[in-house]
């Protein structure tokens, strides 16, 4: 008999057991995947680069990789429109976009998700004049339960393309995707430590006054290391190759990796480690292409939970989130990212109708982490927050309804594409209500 094999995630907290993986080449073959699955009454779940951390991508039915679909069908440099694979990952998409003077407007921190799965949760970077990915989306194909694509747009089946830009694979299997691209561009990049009072004091003034404005926190800590991340048309000066393995290699990723199993192994050192990181964050200047400057290696694995909230309450919910970290019996060493972006009108956005703000906290893989998520989700929920569909939370679809106002408009279009819940899990079960097979 042959053993079925496991796939996990990045995180390595979700682990399943598919009777069926497929690994399409074309959209025929993913077309057939599906109308076969159909035809077997099993249920379909795509993965993409497998890094969310909840189960939205988790099935004991047919899993499908997306992988092979990495095609670039279509560039105009003229409009800025590219036409590519659902499968291609935003890594090999900047590079593409890079030879042809194009550039995502705004992305997230790291490059290795698939566009389809960055799309479907909403997945976002900062800046207080842009989007996340859903928002950049001009053009679907999408596969529906019979097999079949078709294209979708603003003109073409206007109201699953509204809803299908943020739908956690609920309303049929992407299969293309055409964003709305910038002309290439640089970055002035500042991170420096700065006293977290002065930093949540000008929180407003600082993503009016900055293109791209984040910063980090270690919980319970009186400092932060904010970016201050500037488009500019000034010649590039990268940080040199000794300064990049110094800093982004070996301090934040083989260093801290190295703090954090000492922190997992001894609890009681957390205060002094925590002190440690602290002294060591310094500033560096310096300016790169956009998509060089947004993203950081992470090879430190971890958990997480982030939160969008309207946002102008990020200073007074940092605050209470640093306080009730400094209550916590387990101090936790890995630092808070807060970051800001524009609304938008997609039903399951995030930041659907609001700017948002948001507070994502991580643990070390490995960590305890239930008490200090459920006292994040509590202040973010006081505050209107809206969890990330693909970060660690406990929500339902009872709890969610009420944060989305266009609620009803998405389960109207998931009721119109998957009846049956062919393209539904358990999690989506959960979080956006049962259709069963
Ligand atoms: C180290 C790390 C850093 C991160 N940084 C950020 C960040 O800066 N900002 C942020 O917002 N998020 C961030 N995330 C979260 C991440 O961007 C999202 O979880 C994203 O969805 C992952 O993309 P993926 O390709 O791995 O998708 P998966 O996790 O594989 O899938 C996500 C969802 O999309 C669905 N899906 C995938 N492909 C398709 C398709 N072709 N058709 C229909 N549905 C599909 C899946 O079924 C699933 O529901 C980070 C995650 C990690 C691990």
Redesign the pocket.
């Known amino acids: 008999m042959v053993r079925r094999p496991h796939i996990s ?3 390595r907290n979700q682990r399943f057991q598919p009777q069926e993986i497929a690994r399409p080449a074309s959209e025929d073959e993913l077309g057939a995947v599906v109308a076969s699955a159909t035809a077997e009454n099993q249920r379909v ?10 189960a ?2 988790v099935t004991n039915d047919t899993h499908v990789t ?1 992988h092979d ?1 990495d095609q670039i069908h279509h560039v105009d440099t003229g409009s800025g429109k590219v036409t590519v694979g ?2 291609i990952t935003v890594r090999a998409l900047n590079r593409l976009l890079d030879g042809h003077g194009l550039a995502l407007a705004n ?4 490059d ?14 900062t800046g207080l004049a842009f989007t ?1 990915f859903g928002a950049q989306v001009v053009g679907l194909r ?1 596969v529906d339960p019979s097999g079949a694509a078709r294209d979708i747009d603003a003109n073409n089946d206007p109201e699953v393309f509204a809803n299908a830009r943020v ?3 609920a309303l ?4 293309r995707v055409t964003l709305q691209t910038v002309p290439s561009f640089r970055i002035h990049a500042i991170e420096q430590p700065e006293p977290l009072d002065e930093v949540l004091d000008g929180w407003r003034e600082r993503i009016d006054t900055t293109d791209h404005f984040e910063f980090f926190m270690l919980p319970g800590s009186q400092n932060a290391m904010t970016k201050t991340n500037r488009r500019t048309d000034e010649p590039p000066a990268p940080l040199s190759r000794f300064g990049y393995v110094r800093d982004k290699i070996l301090a934040e990723n083989i260093g801290f990796d190295l703090l954090c199993r000492v922190a997992r192994r001894w609890p009681g050192s957390v205060p002094k480690v925590s002190k440690v990181i602290d002294a060591a964050s310094g500033r560096r200047e310096y300016t790169d292409r956009s998509f060089d400057v947004f993203t950081t290696p ?1 090879m430190v694995k ?1 958990y ?1 939970t ?1 939160w969008s909230l309207p946002v102008d309450a990020i200073p007074d919910a940092v605050r209470e989130v640093n306080a009730m970290a400094r209550s916590l019996a387990a101090p936790i060493i890995f630092p808070i990212e807060v970051r800001a972006t524009a609304g938008d009108d997609i039903p399951l956005s995030t930041a659907h109708g609001r700017e948002s703000g ?1 507070i ?1 906290a991580h643990v070390y893989q490995g960590t305890p982490h239930d008490e200090y998520f459920a006292n994040i989700a509590a202040i973010a929920r006081a505050h209107g927050g809206r969890p ?4 660690l939370h406990n929500e339902t679809a009872e709890t969610l309804a009420g944060l989305y106002p266009e609620w009803d408009r998405f389960q109207a279009a998931r009721a119109a594409a998957d009846p049956e819940g062919r ?1 539904s899990n358990t ?2 079960d959960t979080v956006l209500g049962s259709q069963s097979l």
Not at 388 to 391: I, Q, Y
């Open positions: 995630n990045w995180a779940r795509v993965m993409g680069a497998g890094h969310s951390f909840t939205a991508a997306i679909l659902a499968g992305m997230g921190d790291i290795k998700q698939s566009i389809a799965g960055a799309i479907s949760t909403s997945t976002h970077g996340g999408i739908s956690l694979g049929g299997v992407i299969s992470r971890f997480e982030e948001y994502a990330h569909w693909g970060k393209f999690y989506l």
